[in-house]
């Protein structure tokens, strides 16, 4: 039996080493006439161009970074870019989720390159992939059948050193030394290519052949299940991914779609859509002149060594309070100069066309502001509305229904009535005073993002923040993070603040997603009260209906939010007109 399947595993090895080794240059297809009628165009076929990415590894390789990513699509000029995200990451009106797109370098390129040709981002993988690997348990039986293998390699190793097993293994790992090479330093050439397409290929005929080794060894038939269950998944998304490919393609007769993609899915992308009717594969350096591609890759050398240091000053200058900024100046040269270097970076865009609007710069705000996303959108808004151009800021808030995450008591509100920011500053109502914070005022909290302590809520500046910061590893707002302000002695009080934006934010996301609030009266007995609901211009706010002793008051987290942190600006203490305090 051993010696059969030994045959088998040589014979499998063979020719994975063959596949890995072989390479070819595909040669660009001529087009051909242009079609005589529309029914002829519709019999042309789409132009697929399939980019392998690196994900991550497109931070440090310089040789294939993000403005790489966005030259060779701006190059392309594609009729609409696929990305490999499913519709969950989409709002109900197509457009994209920015918190999403925008956390990682492929999907900012791919952001700044579909709004700077007005394209659509189309999504491409299956439907609900990671509710699937949480229902199969995926990345654990893969956690588990590697720590399997592992064991394995260390007891073959040690009692048959001069067996195929080890040997497989050693070309195994030497495999995934090349991989890493290339997402060390590859460019996009040789990423997208069949050199690396031929790593991968040999990966993954040598992750079947170690499981089939594997198999007779019955401490390893459990590993071996789950690596066959996880071969077949890979398979099946990416036969979901073809298909999805295909229908997308069928949309742009004629034309051409770029499809981004992690670089393992590449090669066999390009083979299920190899035979597909009205699918005409290319590859990027088939279309884009080798002129261009070097002319782009001097310049990427000189961003990548004025683009890094510039974008980290900016970041030096922001300073430890992350959520409220007190050198303006400061702050708007090191972003300004960011933008110098690269006028697509989106997440500086963003950041500063807020800044412009809650300094009041409105004709600036709007030139940075992207007019169909969450955070752009509303401000876009807010800016016209504070321009007197209200025609316009309605047709604002109206694009803004359909996006996911926009609060519609915002939506309407700023439907009714002119609405920007600086009309939401925390007034005294009538027959009440602002009670100012006191020596015996204590704030304390389960948690604090590094110098953004409770007292910065309570220290009468607006501009200053606690934030706590989240866990490690777990969500940014999770159940259980608690803050509390604790007067000292029982104070009488109307009506509670807890102020997340003050007065110079950028961000106006950090209000608690669900809360529960309590107060005592002694220090040692507490009862709940309710709140008026937080949301992005409401914050969270206890009101009584009359004076009320209170000791103290604790704010503790009942839901989890990603990605924005918990945090108060400041805490706004009112109480009845009769009561020491300042107005």
């Known amino acids: 039996m051993r010696s059969s399947l030994v045959r088998s595993v040589t014979l499998r090895v063979t020719l994975a080493m063959l596949v890995s080794l072989a390479g070819a240059s595909c040669a660009a297809a001529g087009e051909g006439p242009a079609p005589a009628d529309e029914a002829a165009a519709e019999r042309r076929p789409t132009e697929v161009v399939i980019i392998g990415t690196l994900h991550g590894a497109h931070e440090t390789n310089r040789n294939y970074n993000e403005r790489t990513l966005r030259n060779i699509l701006l190059a392309l000029e594609p009729d609409a870019i696929c990305v490999e995200l499913y519709s969950t990451f989409f709002n109900p009106d197509g457009s994209y989720r920015e918190e999403v797109m925008l956390d990682h370098p492929e999907g900012r390129a791919e952001v700044a390159a579909a709004e700077a040709m007005d394209i659509p981002l189309l999504p491409f993988d299956r439907e609900g992939r990671n509710e699937r690997y949480q229902e199969t348990r995926y990345f654990k039986r893969l956690r588990s059948a590697n720590e399997a293998i592992q064991r394995w390699i260390e007891r073959m190793g040690t009692e048959e050193p001069d067996s195929l097993p080890p040997k497989v293994v050693a070309l195994a790992y030497h495999i995934g030394g090349s991989q890493s090479q290339f997402n060390a330093s590859g460019t996009a050439e040789l990423v997208n290519s069949e050199a690396f397409d031929g790593v991968i290929r040999a990966k993954r005929g040598l992750a079947d052949l170690i499981e089939m080794l594997m198999r007779p060894y019955p401490e390893c038939q459990e590993a071996a299940k789950d690596l066959d269950f996880i071969e077949e998944e890979w398979r099946e998304r990416n036969t979901i991914m073809a298909d999805n490919i295909t229908r997308i393609a069928s949309r742009f007769p004629g034309g051409r779609i770029a499809v981004m ?42 961003y990548f060594g004025k683009f890094g240091p510039a974008l980290e000053r900016a970041w030096e200058v922001m300073g430890p309070n992350e959520q409220g900024l007190v050198d303006w100046d400061a702050v708007e040269s090191a972003f300004r100069e960011v933008l110098e270097i690269d006028q697509y970076y989106l997440p500086v865009r963003l950041m500063l066309g807020r800044m412009y609007t809650r300094c009041g710069r409105y004709e600036e705000a709007l030139q940075l502001l992207p007019p169909d996303r969450f955070w752009g959108g509303l401000h876009r808004a807010f800016c016209l509305d504070a321009l007197g151009r209200r ?34 500053h925390i007034q005294s109502e009538d027959r009440e005073v602002r009670l100012s914070p006191t020596a015996s005022w204590r704030a304390s909290a389960s948690e604090s993002y590094k ?98 002793l209170v000791r103290a008051i604790r704010l503790e987290l009942t839901a989890e939010h990603q990605p924005e942190w918990w945090g108060i600006h400041e805490v706004h203490v009112f109480g009845p007109a009769s009561a020491a305090g300042d107005e």
């Open 261 to 302: 993609t992690g670089a393992e899915h590449r090669h066999m992308l390009r083979d299920l859509l190899s035979e597909r009717e009205g699918i005409a594969l290319k590859e990027f350096w088939e279309i884009i002149p080798e002129t261009t591609r070097v002319e782009q890759r001097k310049e990427e050398r000189e």
């Open 391 to 424: 025609e316009e800021a309605v047709a604002a808030y109206t694009d803004l229904q359909d996006v996911q995450g926009t609060p519609a008591a915002w939506i309407e509100r700023g439907l009714e009535q002119p609405t920007w920011l600086q009309d939401l």
């Open 451 to 548: 110098s953004l302590t409770p007292d910065r809520a309570i220290d009468g500046d607006p501009v200053t923040n606690w934030t706590a910061g989240g866990s490690p590893g777990g969500p940014s707002q999770a159940p259980g993070q608690w803050f509390v302000l604790d007067f000292g002695a029982p104070l009488s009080i109307t009506r509670a603040v807890f102020d997340h934006q003050g007065t110079k934010t950028i961000y106006v996301s950090a209000w608690p997603r669900g809360v529960r609030a309590s107060i005592t009266r002694d220090g040692k007995t507490w009862e709940l009260v309710e709140v008026i609901p937080p949301g992005p211009l409401q914050p969270l706010t206890i009101r009584f209906s009359g004076p009320n």
